[in-house]
């Protein structure tokens, strides 16, 4: 486990590219937090340092966003509004569970058995006027992404 103090939004940006950085192959993260942690800032400046071209949307109202990469898939969820994990359900979100995709998720808790396991969880915390982010990492591939970072 990594704690992190993040000053403010750009310092939240830069770490979500430095992690980007240590992404190789297929990773599921969950991103915890109250509201206004920083999850979405986050999730788009880590899609962004991976090469999404496009502009980044906020999936609370849609609920997934998927962005092609070179050579796999990236899905963004937000699961704020989701009152019952059988909801996902209706999503098709078959596609998650393959090894080679990118999956972040904002209030994974509320997905419970519908998603696939963590590989790495990050958990933001207001802290002061900036954040506080805790890397924990959840499998062997969650430990080796992070052992890839420099």
């Known amino acids: 486990m990594r704690e992190i103090v993040l000053a403010d939004e750009a310092a939240t940006q830069g770490i979500a590219q430095i992690l980007a950085a240590g992404v190789d192959g297929g990773l599921v993260v969950y991103l915890h937090g109250d509201l206004g942690a920083g999850k979405t800032t986050f999730a788009r400046a880590f899609l962004q ?17 998927s962005y092609d990469l070179p050579g796999q898939v990236a899905w963004h969820l937000d ?7 059988g909801e ?7 596609a998650l569970s393959d090894e080679a995709s990118l999956v972040l ?10 998603l696939p396991a963590a590989d790495v969880h990050l958990r933001l915390a207001h802290q002061g006027g900036g954040r506080r982010l805790r890397v924990e990492s959840a499998t062997k591939r969650g430990n080796r992404f992070l052992e890839g970072i420099k």
């Open 49 to 65: 340092a991976l090469g999404v071209g496009e502009r980044v949307k906020s999936p609370t109202y849609s609920l997934v966003e």
């Open 79 to 85: 699961l704020y509004r989701i009152a019952d994990p």
């Open 88 to 94: 996902l359900e209706w999503l098709g979100l078959d």
């Open 105 to 114: 998720v904002e209030w994974p808790e509320r997905g419970a058995d519908a």
